[in-house]
Every structure is written in structure tokens, then in C-alpha cells.
């Protein structure tokens, strides 16, 4: 799910990590939008917000939507550097570093929320655009730009367009690959529902509040637990099979 890259991933590798991704992402999008009524995981409205008040001539009011667009865009500039410099130095987890540290922003502001009174909600807002920044400039370069989980916009229209492209066959003769375009794309869809009604419920009806964001971290590193086992089981039962081959190859020489 993580690791493979390029022409090795097939579109299991990418539906598995866009359910899990966009889950998160839907989470994270509700906890920050119930807690601070802004939204935390694209920067779409908040860059018509900021053109607005410039528009307006009120350029410090302006300042903190500037903010949340720079935070976003620093988490993909931030992600995308630290994967360049580990494939750069060959190593193999290159794609770790960056899910690791979302999930450290999303477990210190929820239990930070425990402790500490928030008087800097706009501090806690940019740091989630950040994570999401991270995980959605991650996801990119894995998939070859071909998953997308943290917001919607781009989605409903590649896939309103997919949809449109299997009335005409002739003109889009690979099916299946139309296919599995628009199965990907309503499967993120659908997750980042699902873990935008878990969220609420988590934050609303269970009191859960910033805590909620906690679950989306557990979620991210349950993931990577089980891609990491996946992998040494494979890794395992290859060498299995291998030396069964040479064990029987050296039978039949004898």
C-alpha cells in the first residue's frame, strides 16, 4: 500500500490507501470544522476568503488566511522535500517519515486539548491544514497524482467526466481502466464521507472533541503496522518458496 511506487502499483495498492487516507482526511475535516468552524483540509474557500479582503483593503484581517493557505502549502512542499531527499540517499521507507509526522500533529493537539485552554484556535487550524498538506502531497507522489483524498472539488469533476466518457466507447475504448477510474474516485469519495459521519459522531455525540483527531492518527498508524507485517509476510513466504525450489532442484541434479 506504501510501498510500492510507479508502474508496480496496481489499483488495489490504490484503493487501499485512498479508503484509509481519505477516511482520515474526513475526519480531520469535521473535528476542525465543529471546532473551529473553518475548514481544515483544503484551502479552496479560504483563498476566496483572503481575496475578498484584499479586495477589501483589509489586509491584516486578510493575514490569517494567507496563513492557512501557507501552512497547506508548506505541509506538500515539506513532504514531497523529505521524500526527494530519502529516495536521494536510497532509502526505503521514503513514504514513513511524512505519515508519521501527521500522525504526531493529530495525537499533540488532541491530547494537548486536554490540558491546555486553546486561545490560539488559528494555530490549531494551520497546523491541520499543515498535516493535511502532508498527506495529501504524500499520496500524490505515491500514487502518481492519481489519488487525491483531502478534498472533493477535483473529484466530482474527473469523475463526472469519466462517467460521461462510457457513453461513447469509441472515443474511449479503454474500459476497464474508465473503470477502475471511477471506482477509485467513489471510493474516495465514500470513505471521506464515512470517516466525516464517524467524526461527528465521535466529537458530537460522544464528547470526544479534539480527541477525535487521536482516531485518525490510530487509523494512520494501524496502517502502517499492517503494511509493514504484510510486507515481511511476503517477504517471508517468497523465501519459503525459493528454497523449496533450490531443495528441489538439487533433489532432481542428485
Known sequence: MFRHQGKSRTLKHNLRIATVLSFVAGIVNVTGFLSFKELTTNVTGHFALFINDVANFEFWKGTIYFLYIFSFLFGSFLSSFLIEKLKENKQHHIFLLPTILECIILIAIGV?????LITYPNLIVCLLLFAMGLQNSFVTKISNAVVRTTHLTGLFTD????????????????RDKLKSNIKLRIYIILFFFAGGILGGLLYSRFNFKLNTLIFGALILVASLVYDDLRFKFIKIRRSYIQNNRNRNDKTLIN
Open 159 to 174: 469523475l463526472g467526466i469519466d462517467i460521461s466518457q462510457l457513453f461513447f466507447p469509441k472515443s474511449h475504448p479503454q
Open 112 to 116: 494537548t486539548s486536554n490540558f491546555v
